[in-house]
C-alpha cells in the first residue's frame, strides 16, 4: 500500500471555457448598456455594479473548488464541496472500464452524485468521461479534464 496517490485531478466550477465566455458577454452587456445610457445617474450606475459584480463572481467561481478525484489504495476516491460526503468506488467490483464521451451536448451542468437511472455521475469540465460498471451493474460515470491519464492510473492501480 502506497502513500502517494496514482492520480490526483482538482476540478473547478468556474474554469470552463463556455461558462466563462457567456458571464463575460453578460458582463459587456452590462457596460455597453451604461455607455449608451442617456441618464446615468440612476439607471446606469446599476448596470456597471452588475457588471463588476459578474466579474467579480467569475474570478471567485474559477477558486471554488467542485471536487477533487483522487486514485489510491485500489479505490477512486471522490471528494466534493463543503457538505459533501466523500465517494469511494472499489476497483475490485468494477468489472468494465470504457471511455467516452460525456455527453453529445454543448452545455452541460456540473453534478457531484448525481443518481440517475442507473448511473452515478460525477462531472465539473472536461468533453469525455470513464464509464466504470460495477458487478451490479451500477455504472459510475466520472468526466475528467484528463481521460488518458485518469484511465492508465486506473488500469495500473487494477494490476498492481
Known sequence: MSDKPAFIEK????REFIPITIRLVLAMFCFAAYFFTDERERNGN???VV?????IISIIMGYLL?????IENKSIL????WTTRLVKIDLN?????EKKEYSRYLFNNPVYNLHQKGTIRFYCAGKDAIYLTDRDGLVYIVG???PNEFLRAINEERKG
Open 66 to 70: 467542485h471536487f477533487r478525484t483522487r
Open 11 to 14: 476540478q473547478y466550477l468556474g
Open 46 to 48: 446599476l448596470l456597471i
Open 144 to 146: 475528467s479534464q484528463h
Open 78 to 81: 471522490l471528494d466534493g464541496l
Open 51 to 55: 457588471g463588476f459584480a459578474i466579474i
Open 93 to 97: 467490483s468494477i468489472v468494465k472500464i
